[in-house]
């Protein structure tokens, strides 16, 4: 099975978005931390 340029092009958008999305909760899960440690008073 041969895979043709759009499936080449759907597969790596899909990619694309998976790591957009793991690094938008990276993102949250940092600023979540900053919070935490900031009403601790660290």
Do not use: V
């Given at each position: 099975m041969e895979l043709t340029d759009a499936d080449l092009g759907s597969a790596s958008r899909?990619?694309?978005a998976a790591?957009?999305?793991v690094?938008?909760?990276h993102?949250?899960?940092i600023m979540n931390k900053n919070q935490m440690a900031?009403?601790?008073g660290v």
């Open positions: 899909g990619n694309i790591e957009k999305r690094i938008e909760t993102k949250l899960n900031g009403h601790s």
